[in-house]
């Protein structure tokens, strides 16, 4: 994630005077938020609804409070849930109107965390995979590549025996070689379906997985 963030603040300064820049500065706000860089991911979002305002472009201030409201809800966890996803629809709808599908799918994206963060999985899901977030019209692929990982990593999570769980996990595994974090993800997953059983391998695999979210650069997804 260092690495993404340094490739996103080498493009905000290579288009200084470019109208592009307020794109890349969202780029960059959303690289931020995931390393847990809450003071500079809220400065360069400022930047960037500030030139969407000069600009009078709604889609990039929809989407710059999209940005806005992702770090809220990952800071401010007794926020409104209801104000929240008004927000969100009213980004939805402009996003819809101008047609920027990696726009939407990202919107849906932050619908379905929301649900998440309230450990409502189902309603998760849904969010995270419903027409708008799997429209191809031009989403990017990492956006996609995060679908994919939820989907794994959220039947991880669904109800059911410890054992068959473990067995679950350990077969989204076995497809998740690459995948560090989605192998972080469900690593924590084993470690708590292993201590609901008393399993000794609960503090490795916890441990384990905290030190490919620090590898990584993603330390703040310890916390969450």
């Known amino acids: 994630m260092p690495a993404a963030v340094g490739l996103f603040e080498r493009s905000v300064a290579l288009l200084r005077d470019e109208p592009e820049r307020a794109e890349a500065l ?16 809220e400065q360069v979002i400022t930047e960037a609804t500030e030139a969407a305002a000069t ?3 709604r889609p990039l201030a929809a989407r710059a ?22 927000q969100v629809e009213g980004a939805i709808a402009t996003l819809e109107q101008a047609g920027d599908d990696a726009a939407l799918a990202r919107a849906w994206w932050v619908v379905g965390e929301m ?3 309230r450990c409502e999985f189902a309603a998760a ?11 191809a019209g031009g989403a990017p692929r990492e956006v996609f ?3 994919a990982r939820f989907s794994r990593s959220q039947r991880s999570t669904e109800p059911r025996p410890v054992p068959e769980a473990l067995l679950r996990c350990r077969e989204i595994l ?14 924590y997953a084993m ?34």
């Open 26 to 41: 969202l780029d960059l706000a959303a690289a931020l938020l995931e390393t847990g860089d809450f003071t500079r991911t």
């Open 115 to 117: 649900a998440w963060l």
């Open 55 to 57: 600009r009078e472009d």
């Open 174 to 187: 076995d497809q998740a070689r690459g995948d560090q974090v989605l192998e972080a993800n469900v690593g």
């Open 125 to 135: 899901e849904e969010g995270m995979t419903a027409p708008g977030a799997r429209r």
């Open 191 to 224: 470690a708590s379906a292993e201590a609901m059983q008393g399993g000794s391998t609960r503090r490795e695999l916890a441990a384990r997985s905290a030190a490919i979210y620090e590898e990584i650069g993603m330390p703040f997804s310890l916390a969450t």
């Open 65 to 86: 409070e999209l940005e806005a409201l992702k770090m809220q809800l990952l800071v401010e966890r007794e926020m409104s849930h209801a104000d929240s996803l008004r």
């Open 145 to 147: 590549a995060q679908h």
